[in-house]
């Protein structure tokens, strides 16, 4: 018994003692913070953007969005087995918004016409695991995107995007934010 209490002193129970309730105290009070800010992090997981970190405003009744703005967005696949967790937090780019339409053609094409112009997106037919994909079929027979809703992409190719029925287009439920600052 004495060997085990070798060189213990009351001092050093203190001050590990200390030591624990301050780092406890730092992280509930970071959590506490993080919580509360208008801001989180998030990382970005797929190479479809060349951003790695991004600073999200998070969303708020009063946000608004303009073509370009990079969204940060629940993640949700329609399907049975999905490419990434349901909590991860996506990024994309807001391409086309409620009241535009989606024009969607017979040849893997589908065209986003909006206030800003048209633009035309491949749709592929599967992913680079070989998964079936399928295209957007949230839109009605006219194409007009539904009020709260919003067609995201990115520049990249071969980007999991709305153009997809399995991502489709994003609802202001699924939205966390607006990316203002990336690196």
Known sequence: MNAILNGFTWEFLW?????????VLVLVAGNFIYAHSPYSLTYNASYSLPYTVVIVEKSNPKM???????????WQERTETPLYSPDWTALKVVTAQAGDRIIIHSDHRLEAVTTKGRQTFEVLPHNRFG?????????GKDGIIPYGHYFVTTPHTRSYDSRYAEVGLISAARIVGKGVWVW
Do not use: N, P
Request: aromatic content about 20%.
């Open 15 to 23: 001050k590990a003692v200390k030591y624990y309730f301050i780092a």
């Open 64 to 74: 608004t969005w303009e073509y370009g703005d990079l969204m940060a967005f629940q």
């Open 131 to 139: 998964k079936v994909l399928h295209i957007l079929d949230q839109v």
